[in-house]
């Protein structure tokens, strides 16, 4: 399992499912939280990752 | 007797301002009180007939429509009374109602965070919380196990370095599963495996949310969350 990105959707999915058990309560609201978190967490890290790909390191 | 001579006697409703020592003899108790004669009014207001004075049970005579009056004597306590304040309500239970309450909860609170501390999710079960428990569990285990499985390495209780320390904490932090696989021998790491930092990531962040999950069991286990 040598792809980057698979594995930052494995963690980002798990840490979205723990936060949104931790911070909601009600299946409604924790559907939305998560694909918010999760949502969020991906499209981040791809614009982080963009954002760095010009450093020398 | 010389009927002229006498003084003329005041009718019922008049007041006889002359002399406050007499009173209002043709009218009833009450109105003998000198507290009374202190608070008539003026000579120049002009008396209606209509019922001026109000008498509750106490026998504390007040005038109706009057100002209030800062006098602790002339209050009118049968209509406007100055407000009870509800002291009951505020009152606290008594401690020996309040005393095994805490003491239950105390318990329940460290059960709680010692089965959370051991398992991840056990805290929440021990509360009663088992959707949550169970997602804990298979969550924060699977990411402890990807991270073994990506060879990551599990750090020993090193203090001597503060890095070293601190990422001990964050492994351990997962409880038991740390501590089984340790005796296991697994978790040894390869810093020349391509997943390495990866796998480590996974390690420290599935020790590191257990200890979230512990301080929300604590929350529950206090009742400050559903």
Same mark, same amino acid.
Not at chain 1, 11 to 19: E, I, N, R
Not at chain 1, 34 to 52: D, K, Q, R, T
Not at chain 2, 106 to 114: E, H, N, P
């Given at each position: 399992?040598?792809?980057?990105?698979?594995?930052?959707?494995?963690?980002?999915?798990?840490?979205?499912?723990?936060?949104?058990?931790?911070?909601?309560?009600?299946?409604?609201?924790?559907?939305?939280?998560?694909?918010?978190?999760?949502?969020?967490?991906?499209?981040?890290?791809?614009?982080?990752?963009?954002?760095?790909?010009?450093?020398?390191? | 007797?010389?009927?002229?001579? #006498?003084?003329?006697?005041?009718?019922?409703?008049?007041?006889?301002?002359?002399?406050?020592?007499?009173?209002?003899?043709?009218?009833?108790?009450?109105?003998?009180?000198?507290?009374?004669?202190?608070?008539?009014?003026?000579?120049?207001?002009?008396? #209606? %007939?209509?019922?001026?004075?109000?008498?509750?049970?106490?026998?504390?005579?007040?005038?109706?429509?009057?100002?209030?009056?800062?006098?602790?004597?002339?209050?009118?306590? !049968?209509?406007?009374?100055?407000?009870?304040?509800?002291?009951?309500?505020?009152?606290?239970?008594?401690?020996?109602?309040?005393?095994?309450?805490?003491?239950?909860?105390?318990?329940? #609170?460290?059960?709680?965070?010692?089965?959370?501390?051991?398992?991840? !999710?056990?805290?929440?079960?021990?509360?009663?919380?088992?959707?949550?428990? $169970?997602?804990?569990?298979?969550?924060?285990?699977?990411?402890?196990?990807?991270?073994?499985?990506?060879? %990551?390495?599990? $750090?020993?209780?090193? $203090?001597?370095?503060?890095?070293?320390?601190?990422?001990?904490?964050?492994?351990? !932090?997962?409880?038991?599963?740390?501590?089984?696989?340790?005796?296991?021998?697994?978790?040894? /790491?390869?810093?020349?495996?391509? #997943?390495?930092?990866?796998?480590?990531?996974?390690?420290?962040?599935? /020790?590191?949310?257990?200890?979230?999950?512990?301080?929300?069991?604590?929350?529950?286990?206090?009742?400050?969350?559903?």
């Amino acid at each position: 399992m040598n792809n980057h990105i698979l594995l930052m959707v494995i963690f980002s999915f798990l840490v979205s499912l723990v936060f949104t058990f931790l911070a909601k309560h009600g299946a409604r609201e924790r559907i939305k939280y998560f694909l918010l978190l999760f949502g969020s967490f991906v499209f981040f890290s791809i614009l982080v990752a963009w954002l760095m790909y010009p450093f020398p390191f | 007797m010389n009927m002229d001579e #006498t003084e003329p006697v005041p009718e019922i409703g008049q007041e006889s301002p002359k002399d406050p020592a007499n009173g209002n003899l043709g009218e009833t108790g009450p109105e003998a009180n000198p507290a009374v004669a202190e608070h008539e009014p003026p000579s120049h207001v002009e008396d #209606t %007939g209509k019922e001026r004075l109000n008498v509750d049970e106490t026998g504390i005579v007040a005038e109706t429509g009057s100002e209030p009056s800062k006098d602790p004597v002339d209050v009118n306590l !049968g209509e406007t009374g100055p407000e009870v304040i509800p002291i009951a309500a505020d009152l606290e239970p008594p401690s020996c109602v309040e005393a095994p309450r805490k003491e239950l909860h105390i318990l329940r #609170t460290m059960a709680a965070c010692m089965a959370g501390a051991l398992v991840p !999710g056990l805290g929440h079960a021990v509360l009663g919380k088992w959707d949550r428990a $169970f997602v804990f569990l298979g969550t924060l285990t699977v990411m402890f196990a990807l991270g073994l499985q990506l060879h %990551g390495r599990l $750090f020993n209780p090193d $203090f001597s370095d503060v890095f070293s320390a601190l990422k001990f904490i964050a492994d351990a !932090g997962i409880g038991m599963i740390y501590w089984v696989s340790r005796l296991r021998g697994l978790g040894v /790491g390869d810093p020349a495996a391509y #997943t390495y930092d990866f796998a480590n990531v996974f390690i420290y962040v599935a /020790g590191l949310l257990n200890m979230l999950v512990i301080a929300d069991a604590f929350d529950i286990a206090q009742e400050r969350k559903p």
